[in-house]
Structure formats: structure tokens, C-alpha cells
Nanobody, 126 residues
Framework: QVQLVESGGGRVQAGGSLRLSCTAS????????MAWFRQAPGKEREFVAN????????YYGDSVKGRFTISRDNSKNTLYLRMTDLKPEDTGVYYC???????????????????WGQGTQVTVPS
């Protein structure tokens, strides 16, 4: 059984930083496609960043490029998201997602990921 458990969310002032973690069990985070999505109240789930399969290639949503960095520690089966220069529009629930079958052209589509964590709240007050 696959489980993804996020942690590290919180409330931070604009311009601040946070690091989110996602620990996986039941699958290898080093070989699966691992991603972060977020969802603000009343909005659709939005792609943030991911690693595609076991490679080193990373992909970012336009709104977070240059501010967020995705990384993973294979020895801990854990995915990270380092978020800097946070803005009020970054507020939302951040979800970790995984897929062992997704193709590159589908990585931005939430429904293509089979496994999801419960989410962790990030709040950046305006």
C-alpha cells in the first residue's frame, strides 16, 4: 500500500521561507515520478514542481520558477520542496503526488497521478 505523508507547512510572512517534506512508503521515490501540487480555496489544483521518473530532470510551474526548489533524498525515500520569497498567492494546501506510469506530457495534470498525500497547509498573510 502506497502512502505519502507531507509535513512542514505553516504560516510565514511574505518574503519568508519554508521547506515541505513528503515521505513515501510502498513505492520508491527515486524511481517514481514525484510531484508537488497546491490548491487555494475556490481554485483548481495547480502543478508546482516535479521529478520525472528516476532522472534528474525537474519541472516547475511558471508562478514558482526561481523561488521554489524540488529535491529528493533517496536514502530517506523523501521528497522536498524548498520555498523562498513566499507571497500571499502561494497560500494553499500543498499536496505530494506520485505515479509510476505517467508520461512526460501528462505531468501537469493532477488526475494522472495515482497516489496523493493528505496535504499540508501553507499560509502567507497579505
Amino acid at each position: 500500500q502506497v502512502q505519502l505523508v507531507e509535513s512542514g507547512g505553516g504560516r510565514v510572512q511574505a518574503g519568508g521561507s519554508l521547506r515541505l517534506s513528503c515521505t513515501a512508503s510502498g513505492l520508491s521515490s527515486s524511481s517514481a515520478t514525484m510531484a508537488w501540487f497546491r490548491q487555494a480555496p475556490g481554485k483548481e489544483r495547480e502543478f508546482v514542481a516535479n521529478f520525472f521518473r528516476s532522472g534528474h530532470n525537474t519541472y516547475y510551474g511558471d508562478s514558482v520558477k526561481g523561488r521554489f526548489t524540488i529535491s529528493r533524498d533517496n536514502s530517506k525515500n523523501t521528497l522536498y520542496l524548498r520555498m523562498t520569497d513566499l507571497k500571499p498567492e502561494d497560500t494553499g494546501v500543498y499536496y505530494c503526488a506520485a505515479s509510476t506510469t505517467i508520461i512526460l506530457s501528462s505531468i501537469y495534470t493532477p488526475s494522472r497521478y495515482a497516489y496523493w498525500g493528505q496535504g499540508t497547509q501553507v499560509t502567507v498573510p497579505s
